[in-house]
Structure formats: C-alpha cells, structure tokens
C-alpha cells in the first residue's frame, strides 16, 4: 500500500511538471503578443461632431469611440466634443487638416473646397435604394471625397448616413405635390447654389440664411420657412414653429469622418486597424437604422401637430426630373463637370 502510494505521488509530481513546463512554453509568446500592445503609446483624439449630448449621433459616436477603445487593447483614448464646442463645422475642418483637431464627423464644408457640397447636391438620389448605390463605400462620389481630403491632409475614414431632406413651412403649403407650383413663399436656404436654384425651381424665394439664424428668422417672419434639412433637425431645431413638413427628397444628408493624416500616420498598425473597423461597424449600423430613423422624426413632427404631406414614389421622381432639368447644369460647373457626371452616371 505504502509502495502504491509512493508511484502515485511520483506520478503526480511528474504531470505536474510537466504542466509548469508546458505552460511556460507558450507564456512568452502570449505574454509578449499582449505586451507589444501593452507597450504601444497611447493616444488621445479629439474628436468633434455637431450634434447635442445623448442625441442619436452623440450615443453611436460615442459607441463607436469605446469600439475603438476596446479593439486597441486600450491604446486609443477619445476626448469627444459635441454640439459644436470647438466651433462651426467648416471651422473645425480646417483644423483637423492643420492638426489642431484630430478627427470630425460632420458634413464636408464647401469653403474649402466647392466639390466638398457636391454630397448635397439636389436629387442626387432620391430613394433609398439609390443613396445605398451613390454613398457607397468604393462608389465615385466617395473616392472623389476620399482623394480630396487627402489633398487637405485628411484621412477619410467612414461616411454617416443621415436623412433626405424636405422642406418645413411655418404657413400653409400651396400646392405641395405640385413641383410647379409657384408658393411665393420666402424661405431659408443655405449658402449653396443647389439649395438655392432648388428652392426657385420650386416657386419659392430663395434667402440665404446660415442654419444658427434658422429658427430665429422664422420666429420673426423673416422668412415662412426652410429647406436644406430634413425632420430629424427640423423637429430638433424648429420646435413649435413647422406647421408643414414637405419630404420630397430634395437631397440627401450624410456626414463623414475624417481624420489629420500626420496623426493617422503616427499611429501604429494595430491603432489604424482598430480605428478603421470601429469606423465601418458604425457606418453599417447606420445604414440598418437610418431610413426608419427619418420615419420615426416624421412620426414626431406629425405627433407635435405638424402636417407632413405624402409624396407616392410617382410624385418624388417628378420632382426630381424638374429639378435636376434646371439645377444640374448649374451646378456641375462648380464641383467640375468630370466629376459631377462620374457621380450621377453611378445610378443611372
């Protein structure tokens, strides 16, 4: 018996050796695998956007920011300023492209370059289906974008799909499935050729306003109304003054995020890939959510008492098919013919 027992202690010491030397064995490459990343220098983004703290935007940016986080190891760290805290968009593009911002996700400001208002140009799709062919990853408008900003040392990273856009009137609509109708009714644009051309197109009088004097131009009956948004800033922005809502489609809103290539470059592979897969998780999720998104501000909207008029599919190509006779010609001179027929060639 004492014999039996003496083999087995001896057998129990031996496999339990032979477990510390196997687990050694393999330690060092796991250990040194984690450390390499353990090791890696942490960097801080600055990250800004447009949009108010725990608005729909601010909540996937800031889950987009904690992917990045995680699939680091830790190594990328965000400091995210909302509601334009650093300043105007167009602003604080020109400082991500000097380095003293890291990153944004906002619209592409036409100040400094006019093909960067190409991506709201009217009618460039007008359905759902064609958004998903003209903003998608690898499509001419998107590498037409991504060459640019290359050119303003920016680093394209992933677009943000919003919402197509309407038009919201303090007064009643004349006419509004009419796209030749002739309203008179004076209405905000923004300061862009195709906003404009648009709303004359459509029988309004076009006044460029910028969008921080929207709401108080149309509380003062300055102007009766606005385009160059859709129901998600309308009913975020406008609150209590959209008697109608107009979604004819007349563009369509996507962001885009980008960041300073000097500080892309200095980043390690590991970070790049990390910051590159958080950044199309986040495109895809929006492409599941932002058509039922755009009809849940509309439920909104007609919730706070506004009429929102139904267009048929018939009705919105008509618009489309008089707007872009008069608008396009207009405007492929300002983004560069090339580039504009590259575009709109991509969803005929």
Request: hydrophobic share 40%; with cysteine; aromatic share 10%.
């Amino acid at each position: 018996m004492k014999k039996f027992l003496v083999l087995a202690m001896a057998l129990a010491m031996s496999l339990s050796l032979v477990a510390c030397g196997s687990g050694g064995s393999t330690t060092p490459a796991s250990s040194g695998s984690a450390s390499a990343v353990e090791n890696e220098e942490t960097v801080t983004l600055s990250l800004a956007h447009i949009r108010p703290v725990d608005s729909s935007a601010d909540i996937a940016i800031k889950a987009f920011a904690a992917e990045a986080t995680e699939l680091s190891g830790g190594s990328i760290q965000f400091e995210i300023y909302p509601a334009s805290q650093l300043g105007d968009y167009t602003t604080v593009q020109e400082r991500v492209g000097i380095g003293d911002v890291d990153m944004q996700i906002a619209s592409l400001g036409s100040n400094m370059d006019k093909v960067f208002a190409m991506s709201n140009a009217a009618y460039l799709c007008s359905t759902w289906d064609e958004a998903k062919v003209m903003f998608s990853e690898g499509s001419p408008l998107i590498e037409i974008y991504r060459e640019k900003l290359a050119d303003y040392n920016m680093t394209y990273l992933a677009a943000y799909p919003l919402y197509f856009g309407g038009i919201a009137l303090n007064v009643d609509a004349k006419d509004p499935t009419n796209p030749n109708a002739t309203s008179g009714i004076k209405i905000r644009v923004p300061s862009m050729t195709t906003f404009e051309k648009t709303a004359t197109t459509l029988g309004y009088l076009a006044t460029p306003l910028p969008s921080s004097e929207m709401y108080t131009s149309i509380q003062t009956g300055v102007v009766d109304g606005a385009i160059g948004a859709g129901a998600e800033m309308y009913y975020g922005n406008l609150s209590g003054l959209v008697k109608y809502y107009l979604p004819i489609n007349d563009h369509f809103e996507q962001w885009y995020m980008y960041i300073n290539t000097d500080k892309w470059n200095s980043m390690s592979a590991n970070q790049q890939t990390a910051l590159q897969t958080a950044a199309s998780n986040m495109q895809a999720k929006r492409w599941e959510v932002a058509e039922s998104e755009t009809e849940q501000y509309e439920q909104k909207l007609k919730d706070a008492g506004t009429i929102v008029v139904d267009y048929t599919d018939e009705q919105l190509a008509e618009f489309a098919e008089v707007v872009r006779a008069a608008v396009w010609p207009v405007i492929a001179e300002e983004y560069g013919t090339e580039n504009f027929e590259a575009v709109t060639n991509s969803i005929k």
